[in-house]
C-alpha cells in the first residue's frame, strides 16, 4: 500500500495483480520440499484446476510468482518466463519483487508492513520502515531483497530505518465525582 499511495508506478494500483499478489503471499510455500521448492510450488499450482473468478493467464502469472518468490531471479532464457510478454514480465518482476522484499524484511526482524511509508523522488523511492535495525547484514540482506523490485521501478529503492511508532496511546484521566460519606441515623 506504500508504494501505490506514492505512486511508485501502475502496477501498485492494479486491482487484478494486487489480488495475485496477495493470493502469491499466501501459498509461496506450498508444492514439495524437495531440491528446488520454487519449481515445486510453480508445479503444484499449474497441476491444480483453476479456481472460479480466476483467468488462465492470472493463475499462471500467480504460479510464476511463487516459483520467482525466492531462489535465482527469473531469466529471459529458457524459462517460463522467457515465454510471458514484456507487460507479463514486468508483472512477474513486480509481484516476485514485492515477495522477495517482504522475505527479506521479514528475515531482519520486521514483522509487519504497519507503518511503511514510501516517498517518490526523481531519483529514487524510499522505504521508510519501522522497527528495522540499521547494520551491515541488514543492508545486505535487503540489497538482495529489493534488486528485483528495483529492476521493475528502474530506479534505486533505498530502505531506512524509521521511528517505530508508540504502541501506548496516552489516555485522558478518568473524572470520577467525589463521593462524601456521611453517617446519618
Not at 521511528?163 to 496516552?170: D, G, H
Amino acid at each position: 500500500d506504500a508504494l501505490k499511495r506514492s505512486d511508485s508506478g501502475p502496477a501498485f494500483s492494479d486491482a487484478s495483480l494486487r489480488r495475485v499478489l496477495l493470493a502469491a503471499a499466501r501459498l509461496h510455500g506450498v508444492g514439495d520440499a524437495g531440491k528446488s521448492p520454487q519449481r515445486a510450488a510453480r508445479k503444484f499450482l499449474l497441476g491444480l484446476t483453476i479456481p472460479p473468478g480466476w483467468s488462465n493467464e492470472d493463475w499462471e502469472l500467480l504460479a510464476v510468482a511463487v516459483r520467482y518468490h525466492r531462489g535465482a531471479e527469473p531469466r529471459a532464457k529458457n524459462s517460463p518466463f522467457s515465454k510471458f510478454s514484456a507487460e507479463q514480465q514486468n508483472s512477474v518482476r513486480v509481484l516476485a519483487g514485492v515477495l522477495r522484499l517482504a522475505r527479506a524484511l521479514r528475515k531482519c526482524g520486521v514483522a509487519s508492513g504497519a507503518g511503511l511509508r514510501a516517498e517518490k523522488s526523481t531519483d529514487a523511492i524510499v522505504l521508510r520502515v519501522p522497527g528495522l535495525a540499521d547494520d551491515v547484514e541488514t543492508a545486505a540482506r535487503l540489497a538482495a531483497g529489493k534488486h528485483l523490485l528495483e529492476e521493475y521501478l528502474r530506479m534505486p529503492l533505498i530502505v531506512k530505518a524509521a521511528a517505530k511508532p508508540e504502541k501506548v496511546v496516552a489516555l485522558t484521566p478518568r473524572q470520577v465525582p467525589e463521593l462524601s460519606v456521611i453517617a446519618s441515623d
